[in-house]
């Protein structure tokens, strides 16, 4: 069973909306810090926002005023809206679950976007 399993992405327009989802299955789950990356075809990951356990926010210059991170404790998920999508936007994501907030790391396989002129 996979720590952390991202879905909800897709093919969308300039323009258009995207929400991601990731499902953190741990038990500690509680405790986490979260945070989403992206990486595009032939460039380096970067973080996009992240979350801590107390739920202060964080995020990439690119994704302010555009992104939201959120999470659920109730439903042990966490979320990245995504609004005003460009296309230097298409990437894959993924999910980053941090235990305790501490050095280990729990990636997910990844959600492709595609965003299209």
Do not use: H
């Amino acid at each position: 069973q996979k720590e952390v399993v991202e879905s909800g992405g897709g093919s969308v327009q300039a323009g258009g909306s995207l929400r991601l989802s990731c499902a953190v299955t741990k038990s500690t789950r509680n405790t986490y810090c979260l945070a989403w990356f992206r990486q595009a075809p032939g460039k380096e990951r970067e973080k996009v926002a992240d979350i801590d356990s107390r739920g202060t926010t964080d995020y990439a210059e690119f994704a302010k005023g555009r992104f939201t991170i959120s999470k659920d404790n109730a439903k042990n998920t966490l979320y990245l809206q995504m609004n005003s999508l460009k296309p230097e936007g298409t990437a894959m994501y993924y999910c980053v679950a941090y235990p305790g907030c501490g050095t280990t790391q729990y990636w997910g396989q990844g959600t492709q976007v595609t965003v299209s002129s």
